[in-house]
Nanobody, 126 residues
């Protein structure tokens, strides 16, 4: 059973940067595909980024490509989301997730993820 704890959210202005962290415990972190998702109240959860077990493969939602970077440090059991040039439409609760399946290297589908963190709020003002 993997536990995930996100941190690093906050209130920033448009154009600013934030780095989210997701610390994992209770499992062998390097065995999990990990991803970031976000959700705004009243809307469906949205895929943001995913990274393979070794960090060699990544994939981003079109809305964040070129502005966000996902990375991981398996020695620290942590996955990061560097967010640059933030926009008001990036405002959401951000969740990290871990997928234990060995069937794929990355995944943008929330239904494939087995473990989720509690989320961290990111608010971008104009």
């Amino acid at each position: 059973q993997v536990q995930l704890v996100e941190s690093g959210g906050g209130l920033v202005q448009a154009g600013d940067s934030l780095r989210l962290s997701c610390a994992a415990s209770g499992g062998t972190f390097s065995r999990y595909v990990t991803g970031w998702f976000r959700q705004v109240p009243g809307k469906e959860r949205e895929f943001v980024a995913t990274i393979s077990r070794t960090g060699g493969s990544t994939h981003y939602a079109g809305s964040v490509e070129g502005r966000f970077t996902i990375s991981r440090d398996n020695a620290k059991n942590t996955v990061y989301l560097q967010m640059n040039n933030l926009k008001p439409e990036d405002t959401a609760v951000y969740y990290c997730a871990a997928d234990r399946s060995a069937s794929w290297s990355i995944s943008s589908y929330g239904t494939t993820y087995d473990y989720w963190g509690q989320g961290t709020q990111v608010t971008v003002s104009t």
